[in-house]
DNA sequence: AATGACTGTTAAAAAAAGTTAAGCCCTTAC
DNA sequence: GTAAGGGCTTAACTTTTTTTAACAGTCATT
């Protein structure tokens, strides 16, 4: 489950500060808005942000000054400015002091979405591996090394057997949509990857009987749903 | 004590090409200048690349499609475009191809190296280990010397094992997309191809074996996993 | 109860991958 | 020049995985 991204937005033009407000809290991110960079400045060191864009000029102080701050306490964190013009040394003078990016106004939402989002992606750690283990009554099942711990000897999963197995576990005791489904591990849902999938289903119940407890159960013309009694 | 930063250059244009060649080559940078996209992305599996600069229009293969390609076998590697004009659909396909950034020409050449440096400044703090050495569980793997340190003495790797086991261990834990890899190592991803890197596979297996939480995936139709089990 | 769409299950067919060995090509050594 | 060896590809055969077929059973609706 992604985590929501939190924004530091400082802006003192309300026209254009709450443009981006809507827009990005509309994207799914928290956002907070100051005025100026004094503010903006006390809230970061109150708060844990992901990200920061700053209007270079401002009352108070301006962006520049309050990037020079944060980077006084965090050499890390992105900052984005925003900027009238294009102004080339304002750009040089950004970049140096640390600036992750630029935008100059007027510029389309969509730009600044994928500006952020590129910028993340780089930040992002990409090792960390989420571990993939359900509990399936007592049967443990370890979808990253697709092991399934049944009596005896585990049992080693097939691609498709352990993707399916996956979805089930992730929407346990809930309707698993047949459509959706197949779509999400076939990639099309036609008559005949609906006949492969009833195949994976037979075979993970045979792989689950040995628990009586556990069922997969099929909804009518909706889906199956894996069920854990008591 | 600054490792040289080795940057892939592609530009058609030689006027611009040779350029920024030697502009960059002045700051301190080694810079390879490929003519098309098909040729930079041979060079580019040949070698170790630490950031990308591709022009978006160039014959043979453009700078997009070019990019695409890397991005299924190397996810970090910062890419930066040109373009002729800014176009809002081009700088949006680049963003979400996974671009670092996008420049319009023309452009001022403190300009762009303000923002290769501010990429750079990202990435430096986040991956520390780009000196093509791998850990792969306790089996330490040397790409640069083509050395993969097993019990006893070091096993010297052939071309193509290295290749292999190369973008295995930079996608560790992630799905190696088959045909991206055979096009990447072998130029063309045929059937004959595709058996060999079956073959170069079961060597890999067999050299890793000696550590039981390594083990190489397939993923039925789609690719290999090198999986690390803790 | 009859109909047709949907599901359960097993088996056969097809496609993909695992493995070992033979063959081919290029380089190096005699 | 030719023999030897390494590296890569191709071949051959096996096994695994997935799809398709076939047939039986179920469910909702009429």
Redesign the pocket.
């Given at each position: 489950m992604e985590k929501k991204l939190n924004i530091l937005l400082a802006e003192d033009d309300d026209n254009l500060g709450l443009l981006l407000h809507s827009f990005l809290k509309s994207k799914g991110f928290n956002v907070e808005l100051l005025r100026n960079g004094k503010l903006a400045f006390e809230r970061f060191n109150q708060a844990a942000f992901d990200f920061c864009i700053f209007d270079v000029m401002m009352p108070e102080m301006d962006g520049f000054t309050l990037a020079k701050e944060i980077r006084e306490i965090d050499k890390k964190v992105p900052i984005l400015f925003l900027t009238a013009k294009s102004m080339k040394e304002d750009k040089l003078e950004g970049f140096s002091i640390g600036a992750d990016d630029y935008m100059t106004k007027p510029f389309s939402m969509e730009e600044l979405l994928a500006r952020i989002e590129a910028i993340m992606r780089r930040s992002e750690t990409t090792q960390n591996v989420e571990d993939d283990v359900y509990m399936i009554g007592n049967i443990k099942f370890d979808s990253q090394s697709r092991l399934l711990y049944t009596q005896g000897e585990p049992t080693?999963l097939?691609?498709?057997?352990n993707q399916l197995l996956k979805l089930l576990c992730k929407n346990k005791n809930e309707i698993l949509d047949?459509q959706a489904t197949l779509r999400a591990i076939?990639g099309d849902d036609n008559y005949?990857?609906?006949?492969?999938m009833?195949?994976?289903?037979?075979?993970l119940?045979?792989l689950l009987r040995e628990d009586d407890r556990i069922e997969?159960?099929?909804?009518?013309?909706?889906?199956?749903q894996l069920l854990v009694k008591n």
């Open positions: 080693k097939t691609t498709k057997e047949r076939w005949f990857n609906g006949r492969s009833d195949v994976y289903i037979a075979k119940r045979k997969i159960m099929n909804i009518h013309g909706k889906g199956f």
